[in-house]
């Protein structure tokens, strides 16, 4: 479970008043009266069938807070003091749509194994509570904190609720690409990706969406190129910024210099010529129209907004590389390489480097600890035979041959605390 929502897009109130009557008798024939949860599975027909019943709230008792305006633990703890409900259920009333995303101390391009480490940085969106829009953030971790391999490894729950649906999905879009999180591998691009995704726009959801949508893992998300052009157009921008800063701001002498820059993203590249201002406002890419913008932007920024011409907000996460920057944004993770014309021509001349080969090593794939190694060395091993099992995060993973080979050498023994890639096998052809 990665995302929750309420109400749900695929139920009717028929349905819905059904469930409750069913969960109702359920926990009258048990002499239940504290909080619980009961949990159903749908089909494409709206038959209904009972999984199991929780004692307690749920992780996503915060999306039915947000629709129906009641505090489900203080009610809890009313109950649980003898107190009886203050309200029937004719007056529960849902209002407006509201969406919660778990971050997970979990990496996406991992398969989703557990991340541990310290939280170098953690400045969740800012809370919202309007009558047209609420940001919520449910969370027990700080700055400075560590995750370790002891605990579940969730870090928060953000919520948001508007009015319509379509209007929580954006703001969810908005508040994730704002999370900041580093230090620990997360789940922040892929909560992004799916709420830029039509189908989960279109409430079109089964149980399977994720092997359906992922078939082959998440490798982030690909973005078409009117987003690439705004990125290019931000990071043209920001680069004008930085250089005239850099020189102090007398740019006087200096626009043509900097207004003109190559930028390289997502496998692209684009011209930008933006309009010399101090604070660029107006940039002219491949050649076509101007396009007028707006860029919140000083040096060092972590987060930029971007008001694009066509009215869209980019919200980017932006940290400095060698020639341009890293941007996050709708679940991409992107370098973006600004350079002047002359040396973006030259670069198409330089060799690209080719990643080592790793594929006769047994690398760890997530921070946890040796609990059984099941070779030895000196045997032949064949596709899917199981290895070793690492346990992190209250999780054995066992970790399987990808091919037929000879176990050379062992790197760890059985109680080893293991980082991520740490080497733990090496093999030889058989």
Not at 97 to 107: F, H, K
Not at 130 to 144: K, S
Not at 330 to 355: N, Q, S, W, Y
């Amino acid at each position: 479970k990665v995302i929750e929502e309420a109400p749900s897009p695929f139920l009717d109130e028929k349905t819905r008043k059904a469930m409750g009557e069913q969960s109702v008798a359920l926990a009258q024939a048990v002499g239940y009266t504290s909080a619980g949860t009961v949990e159903f599975i749908v089909d494409g027909n709206k038959n209904f069938y009972f999984l199991e019943m929780n004692t307690r709230l749920q992780v996503e008792h915060p999306v039915t807070e947000l629709i129906t305006g009641l505090d489900l633990v203080e009610l809890m703890l009313r109950v649980a003091a003898g107190e009886k409900l203050p309200l029937k259920q004719s007056d529960v009333e849902l209002k407006g749509w509201a969406i919660e995303s778990r971050l997970y101390a979990e990496d996406p391009y991992r398969n989703f194994l557990p991340s541990v480490g310290r939280l170098t940085r953690y400045r969740p969106p800012e809370e919202v509570a309007e009558d047209e829009l609420v940001v919520r953030n449910d969370t027990g971790v700080f700055e400075g904190g560590e995750i370790s391999t002891f605990y579940d490894p969730m870090i928060a729950k953000l919520c948001t609720w508007a009015p319509t649906r379509k209007l929580a999905i954006e703001a969810m879009a908005e508040a994730l690409d704002a999370f900041e999180v580093e230090g620990v591998g997360h789940n922040l691009p892929f909560l992004s990706t799916v709420m830029q995704q039509k189908r989960f726009q279109d409430g079109r959801l089964t149980t399977g969406y994720i092997a359906e949508e992922f078939p082959d893992g998440f490798t982030g998300a690909e973005l078409g190129k009117p987003v690439l052009e705004q990125i290019a157009i931000a990071a043209a921008a920001m680069n004008y910024c930085d250089e005239t800063f850099r020189w102090g701001g007398e740019t006087d002498e200096l626009d043509s210099r900097f207004a003109s820059r190559s930028v390289f993203v997502g496998g692209e590249r684009f011209e930008v010529v933006l309009d010399g201002a101090d604070v660029p406002n107006e940039a002219v890419i491949n050649g076509g129209e101007a396009q007028s913008f707006g860029l919140a932007y000083a040096p060092g920024q972590r987060v930029v907004e971007a008001l694009m011409h066509d009215d869209t907000v980019l919200t980017m996460k932006i940290d400095k590389i060698t020639g341009g920057y890293r941007i996050r944004t709708r679940g991409a993770d992107l370098p973006a390489k600004v350079l002047t014309p002359h040396v973006a021509d030259l670069m198409t001349l330089m060799p690209v480097k080719v990643p080592p080969d790793m594929s006769k090593f047994l690398l760890c794939p997530m921070p946890g600890q040796v609990v059984r190694l099941d070779v030895k060395e000196g045997d032949i091993v064949e596709d899917g035979q199981a290895l070793a099992i690492v346990e992190a995060m209250k999780m054995e993973n066992v970790l399987r041959a990808e091919k037929r080979a000879v176990v050379s050498k062992i790197h760890v023994e059985v109680g080893s605390v293991l980082a991520v890639d740490e080497v733990i096998l090496e093999f030889e052809d058989a």
